[in-house]
């Protein structure tokens, strides 16, 4: 319902409100069982919690695509 509801309101691109739902809840999911191994692949000096955080909001909100 929030997804839709996004959409009807222009907040949101017209996704499929089923696949984008699954598509960030795995994501989400991914990333909170890999926690642990974010150490292995970033430094932390330049990877604080909360730069990381904006992150990973910005490429699940805003994507990957120059626009």
């Known amino acids: 319902a ?6 009807a309101a222009g907040e949101l691109k017209p996704l499929d409100p089923a696949l984008t739902v699954m598509t960030l809840t795995s994501i989400i999911c991914f990333l909170t069982a890999a926690r642990h191994s974010h150490a ?23 994507g990957i695509r120059a626009r």
Do not use: C, M, S
């Not at 929030?2 to 959409?7: A, D, H, L, R, T």
């Not at 292995?40 to 805003?62: E, I, M, N, S, V």
């Open 2 to 7: 929030i997804v839709e509801q996004g959409i």
């Open 40 to 62: 292995l692949f970033l430094d932390p000096k330049r990877a604080a919690p909360d730069a990381w955080k904006a992150h990973l909001q910005t490429l699940l909100l805003d």
